[in-house]
């Protein structure tokens, strides 16, 4: 019991090892590893142009989680779509480990989005007719760089449900396997939109816990998008959007465990 209390402290200690250089790193590079400045989007609909998002600006640092709060059309899927390359922008600049996502053109864009980006959503959108080991895989197989399949999976609590189909499995299992395929890709930025949206509350807390400790223990960087802003508390850093403007980004230099978190 002693050398498991030794153990857990020798790694935290080295997570705070591995968050500091993070931190060191970016800030010597001279730009936030996650940057939105002054990112405005509008839509043209007809006759009607409809401003999603105002002169939005906020940056991440990499290894930290991040959590986008903000109501229902306050803009934060519109800002989770041009940071994962899925649309883009109508002036600003939007950039990513020193790379402006907002300059690249339509094939650049592809190959950011499968390289780069790994994306968690609130439903699982899994192919039904492959196992979970399966559609790990399948992502693997567009990337420069990946996962073992199976170990991410086991990483996620899955390892004895490896060949089981998603239909055999409870809605937490199959966001787990999401996030399995989404972390398997090695990307340099993991995006989540409301990923605990249609799952109960304790299987929500799991979700929010394994993508806590994803970026402890990891240094993966995450940003979570959500409208549950009793959430908030977990994240490094907690950005506010209403009516397409960010309205304030706080810092958290003590985030909670989400197991002390309820709503």
Known sequence: MIMDRHEEIEMIRKMAAVREKAEQQSENEGEPYVLFDHVRKVYHVGEVDIEALADASFSVSKGELAVVVGESGAGKTTLLNILGGMDTLTSGRAVLDGREISGMSARELTKYRRYDIGFVFQFYNLVQNLTALENVSLATQICKDPLDPEQTLRAVGLGDRLYNFPGQLSGGEQQRVAIARALAKNPKLLLCDEPTGALDYVTGKQILQLLQDQARNMGTTVIIITH????????????????????????NRHPVPVSKIEW
Not at 234 to 249: C, K, N, Y
Request: glycine share 4%; charged share 25%.
């Open 228 to 251: 549950n802003k009793a959430i908030t508390p977990m994240a490094d850093r907690v950005i506010s959007v209403r009516s397409g403007r960010v309205q304030s980004v706080e810092i």
